[in-house]
């Protein structure tokens, strides 16, 4: 199964027909739990976007070498020493991110998205394209994280990057958890609706 | 078999690789990370003793680093004190060991630099050599005694509690008279909305300015934080006012956390039990060094 697309379009599948979060409705566990802000999102997406690249190119360099049996093993073990080293850099280089999102880091491990794009791709495609399908998904995924956390940071705490923009705290509902799942449904369903309404349009252009 | 011996054979390289690249960005990185540690301690340090976010600092500043080992053999148990010696930065330090009755068993010096104090390994294995053999010394806590122009202004404790799911971590700050001077959480693991309030500044900062008379009776009551001394605790009022709301409410009690008693009395109790064990540690310490009359740097 040889890979047909450029590299913008692995890009711009992780981010929109194929985005981890509103499409796949994988890594649903951090979605809900960490997005309460964009910055929260924007860090964990970036931990993320590493972990993704690093692991698809590392199992695409060594796709001939693992054993289909143990594939799975090799495939958790790989994620989780690019998880511990970016968790080691994290703490070493950058400590005021880290104090923050240091113990999510290390749940990236468990990240489902991870698992299944080395799984779904880059086991089986070149290095070149599984770069790009990583960096896309990756993208896809900070994206997705950030988004949720713009609506939940407005509405639960009337903020935006910790700026005080609206004056008064609209909803406090929207930082708890269980408000995770509101704002997640209510985007797949916009973003369903959307992918309608362009193919609609592109159907009758046809 | 044959596909036995390859999955063996692959997943053992698979984990060495792993546990190379592992090691090395170890290698790389932990010094960084001790250092990023060491700079946070300082920080939250000389911010419990009044020196916000790089206020300057005077030379006549100096902090003293006391170590409490408890020493034991199979019939009795004695509290050691390493205590940095008198004269000069390189005098190295001394080792107190005391009974449990407050008198002193032995006194050795110990030779250790100030960097060489700081590793956790070498400070233990010179302790375990100080006290013989025969004797576990296992390292207890550590005590910094803050001295300008070499009287004593204050103590930092470090201490461990019980919380609500796992142990609360704290610094605290009290003056010579132990009379809170401030409270920081290093680490916790309370809920976050409930009891990660813990460390926020309309809890934490309650405790400023307690006195000792009030500590050891401290509890938690159950009702909201009347508004102006919420004020006061988040900072929103002038320096004069905090003193004042301070003052006027340094015999009551803590008010608990909404929804969050249990945090808030481990919190107290917990404070309340390192302030009084550390009077008591540090009454018995210096009567012995008076005592002896040993010449140490606070």
Redesign the interface.
Known sequence: MANDKSSMQLISRGILSENPIFKLALSMCPAVGISTTVMNGLLLGIAVLFVQVFSSVTISIFKN???P??RI??YT??I??WV??ID??L???L?EAYAKMGIFVKLIVAFAIITMRLEMFASKESVNDSFWDGLGMGLGFMVGMMTIGFVRELLGSGAIFGYDVLGFKPLLFF??PSAGFFVVGLMMAFFNWIEIFYKRSKGLKR | MK?ML??VV??TI??LL?AS??GV??I???N??KH?EHV?EQQVMYELLGYKNGAKIPESLALHEVYRYVISSSEKQSIGYLVPKASGKEAGYDFVNIDLNGALLENKAVALSETEVLETETRNKAVQQAVGAGYTANFADRIIIVTDNGKRIAYLIGGKFQGFKTFVNVMLAVDPNFSLLGMEILEHEEDP?LGAEIEQDYFKNQFKGKPFEALKTINVVKAPIPDDYLKALTGKLSEADILKFREQYKDKDIYALTGATISSKAVSNGVKGIVLKFAYRINVLDKVLREQQLAVSF
Do not use: E, Q, W
Request: charged share 10%; proline share 5%.
């Open positions: 070498l693992i054993h049996r143990i093993p090799t073990l790989t989780a020493t511990t080293v080691l850099v703490a070493a280089y400590p930082i708890l | 596909d390859t999955i692959r997943l698979s984990c792993a690249v592992m960005c170890f790389f990185t932990s960084a990370k990023n946070k909305g």
